[in-house]
């Protein structure tokens, strides 16, 4: 990479801006998870095991949308760079208009094929008779998640990040009260639990939409569908469709491979996953500020500030990574009792958290690449590099499936101790993927070829 000028205080502040209300509102999905975990896991073993699998699932068919917000902000953020507040405006309405054709298409197809999906991942009858329950009542809220995608990413290229962190709250809030009442109060169990997170995704997702309809009406931005603008917004989040299909395939072969270990390891692999996943999102935060400053940089055309940013920003990210590192080695004994109670689970829990923190920095690095490749538009790289790391990935997390017996009998321990070493070696194996996905991106950033500047639409 060329060397940047020095930062300004400016910069400083402007990502803090950003990264701070972003982060805060980004954790919110994983502690969704979080409590979901910690309230169904007090249910059983194969409860949590079940959330596991259709968790999973849920976040695929969400999360495989993802350029419904990483894409919006690009644009939009470019949009304002170069000036037009209303051509960035009716650009995130294409987008909400693609997110609720997406999503419904999507509810229908995951609720009626919950069953078989479920039954991929290997898990035991009992696990899987629960993954199924709350995989197709969760599906109802598919079309809102994927609208908080949408109207999430139009603010954030607006340079708004405070107002998703207000909805997030809310969300949030509501889904602690709503799963406690639904799954202890009513007695209704894992189905409680989806129930209340149906119900605070959709209260998410028509806060943001107000909000977009108040920005267009102040615009004189029409909010009727146009099909040839959606059109062309799915055809250009293309490039970060196939990354992030990539991805979630990475992450599901990861689960495939838990849940063939069994009920306990998998269990221990959902919650150090749900934990992985909130360090990720408060990571990501980073990687938002950048989407948003770098889109806003190329839009105006100014290559000087977005080499800058993009060094602030990756220095930010790798010390944010050592910090969270060294909290979760702190509490790697003690996060897995809220989890549950099961002894076994508790020490696989253990034994994962000490890879997931030691990892964190190289975490930093890559989410905080990751948001300037995606700010700076340049998804087919993205995709690319995604597809040739899964491949890659492949080899290594297939060679745990296969020492998975071994690492599981008596003569590696056994019990408690082959629980620990199955999930350490599914961690290993993921921090490589992680590493790959690193070298990649460092050679990519080190280039001129990403920098290209004006408005996209």
Not at 77 to 101: F, K, S, T, Y
């Amino acid at each position: 990479m060329h060397a940047p000028p020095e930062e300004t205080p400016s910069q400083h502040r402007e990502i803090l801006r950003l990264a701070l209300p972003a982060f805060l509102a980004l954790v919110a999905e994983p502690l969704f998870l979080l409590t979901d975990s910690a309230i169904v896991g007090h249910l059983g073993t194969p409860q949590l095991a079940g959330l596991g699998v259709a968790s999973a699932m849920l976040l695929t068919a969400a999360n495989i949308f993802v350029f419904l917000a990483y894409g919006t902000t690009s644009v939009v953020a470019r949009q304002l760079g170069a000036g037009n507040r209303g051509g960035a405006i009716a650009a995130g309405v294409d987008g909400a208009w693609l997110a609720v054709g997406l999503g419904a298409v999507t509810a229908v197809v995951v609720a009626a094929l919950a069953a078989p999906i479920c039954r991929l991942f290997g898990a035991s009858p009992e696990a899987l008779d629960h993954a199924v329950t709350y995989l197709r009542i969760s599906a109802i809220s598919i079309p809102a998640m994927l609208v908080v995608l949408a109207t999430t990413g139009v603010l954030r290229g607006l340079q708004d990040t405070k107002t998703p962190l207000v909805a997030s709250a809310l969300g949030f809030t509501s889904n602690i009260a709503l799963n406690l009442l639904f799954v202890y109060g009513f007695g209704w169990g894992i189905a409680g639990s989806a129930i209340g997170t149906v119900i605070a995704q959709s209260g998410m997702a028509i806060a943001l939409v107000v909000v977009l309809m108040r920005e267009a009406g102040r615009h004189r931005v029409t909010l009727r569908a146009h099909p040839g603008r959606i059109l062309g917004a799915a055809r250009t989040g293309i490039p970060l469709l196939v990354r992030t299909l990539a991805l979630r395939a990475i992450l599901l072969v990861t689960t495939w491979v838990a849940a063939g270990l069994g009920d306990v390891p998998l269990a221990a692999y959902q919650v150090s996953a749900t934990i992985w996943s909130f360090l990720v999102f408060a990571l990501d935060a980073i990687a938002i500020a950048a989407q948003a400053l770098t889109g806003k940089a190329l839009g105006a055309g100014d290559l000087v500030r977005t080499r800058s940013a993009t060094t602030l920003m990756v220095r930010w990210g790798v010390l944010s990574g050592f910090v969270l590192g060294i909290v979760v080695l702190l509490l790697h004994t003690t996060l897995p009792r809220l989890f549950t109670s099961d002894p076994a689970v508790q020490a696989g829990i253990t034994a994962a958290l000490i890879v997931v923190a030691l990892s964190q920095p190289l975490s930093g690095y890559v989410f905080v690449i990751d948001g300037v490749l995606i700010g700076a538009g340049d998804g087919r790289w993205l995709a690319r590099a995604m597809v040739a790391t899964f491949v890659a990935y492949l080899p290594l997390i297939l060679g745990v499936h296969l020492m998975g017996d071994w690492l599981l009998s008596d003569s590696a321990g056994g019990g408690t101790r082959g629980t620990s070493n199955a999930v350490t070696w599914l961690w290993l194996a993921f921090t490589a993927f992680m590493a790959i996905r690193g070298v990649l991106m460092w050679a990519r950033v080190r280039t001129d070829r990403w920098m290209v500047t004006g408005a996209i639409r």
